[in-house]
């Protein structure tokens, strides 16, 4: 059964930084992009962050860029967020996610598993 | 970017009833497009990948269509587990943009 859990949440002051991670098992880590999607309470999903397999392509989202940083240990089967320089309106639920198709990264076909999520507050 | 615009964004309905909602790309993503359910507390659901194509464990009253910039989902009899919100992303490029969400709630 594939899992995905998240950790390294809580409350944090603005301007400080906070480093997230994520746990997989299941599945072959190494095979699979993975993301970071959060999501405000009550409010939409936000993509955030994406890192390809091999860490060789990533992105973010324009919201985060030059202050977040996602990060992988294949080894350890793990996925981190390390989040700098933090803002209020970064506080949401952060979700780790992965890729439905085995090697994807520049097209994609979904994400089809998501972990149960790590709350950050930012105040 | 692209930009994923659905709608309605509030559907009233009753179990029973055929659903659908609609999700519109501001540019051609050819069929990069997935749709979601999320309940409340809860990790949103993977429904369809590639447009219109069900992930393997759905019900078969889901259903996806379209391509280019126009898609739909759709609910074909809505049960009483299906009340919840359902988003749309695009796959074709990043950023991974979602959709706004449309919930669905019981009349």
């Known amino acids: 059964e594939v899992q995905l859990v998240e950790s390294g949440g809580g409350l944090e002051q603005p301007g400080r930084s906070l480093r997230l991670s994520c746990a997989a098992s299941?599945?072959?880590?190494?095979?699979?992009?993975m993301h970071w999607v959060r999501q405000v309470p009550g409010k939409g999903l936000e993509w955030v962050a994406g890192?390809?397999?091999?860490?060789?392509?990533?992105a973010y989202a324009d919201s985060v860029k030059g202050r977040f940083t996602i990060s992988r240990d294949n080894a350890k089967n793990s996925l981190y967020l390390h989040m700098n320089s933090l803002r209020a309106e970064d506080t949401a639920l952060y979700y780790c996610?992965?890729?439905?198709?085995?090697?994807?990264?520049?097209?994609?076909?979904?994400?089809?598993?998501w972990g149960q999520g790590t709350m950050v507050t930012v105040s | 970017d692209i930009q994923l615009t659905q709608s309605p964004s509030f559907l009233s309905a009753s179990v029973g009833d055929r659903v659908t909602i609609a999700c519109r790309a501001s540019?051609?993503?050819?069929?990069?497009l997935a749709w979601y359910q999320q309940k409340p507390g809860k990790a949103p659901q993977f429904l369809i990948y590639?447009?219109?194509t069900l992930q393997s464990g759905v019900p078969s009253r889901f259903s996806g269509s379209g391509s280019g910039t126009e898609f739909t989902l759709t609910i074909s009899s809505l049960q009483p587990e299906d009340f919840a919100t359902y988003y749309c992303?695009?796959?074709?490029?990043?950023?991974?943009?979602f959709g706004q969400g449309t919930k669905v709630e019981s009349k």
């Open positions: 996610a992965k890729e439905r198709t085995f090697g994807s990264w520049t097209e994609g076909y979904g994400f089809d598993a």
């Open positions: 299941g599945f072959t880590f190494d095979d699979y992009a």
């Open positions: 890192l390809s397999w091999n860490s060789d392509s990533m």
């Open positions: 540019q051609d993503i050819s069929n990069y």
């Open positions: 590639a447009a219109s």
């Open positions: 992303q695009q796959f074709n490029s990043y950023p991974r943009t």
